[in-house]
């Protein structure tokens, strides 16, 4: 199964991983800084692979504040590992 490197699919938000938290259904937000430290990646690459639809779309938190959902990035970081072998 070979996948395009400079693609990222994108999700409906119903699509959206849900996991049980407190009796209600949430997906985990995670932050720049804690996709900085997953990926290995720096900020002005998180961005322009987010603009080449090469990495997960950000979601709005508030006026000022963005956040990404947990699962899409792990699932961007193992999708990177299963390709490790394609080049």
Avoid: C
């Avoid at 949430?26 to 996709?35: C, F, H, N, T, Y």
């Avoid at 899409?72 to 990177?80: G, H, L, Q, S």
Wanted: proline fraction near 3%; hydrophobic fraction near 35%.
């Amino acid at each position: 199964d070979h996948r395009d490197l400079h693609s990222f699919p994108t999700r409906r938000s119903s699509d959206l991983p849900l996991t049980m938290k407190g009796g209600f259904m949430s997906a985990q937000i995670i932050r720049l800084k804690e996709v900085i430290m997953r990926t290995g990646i720096s900020r002005s690459s998180v961005y322009a692979y987010m603009k080449d639809n090469r990495f997960p779309k950000s979601v709005k938190l508030g006026k000022h504040a963005s956040g990404w959902v947990a699962e899409e990035i792990d699932n961007w970081i193992e999708e990177r590992i299963r390709q490790r072998g394609d080049f």
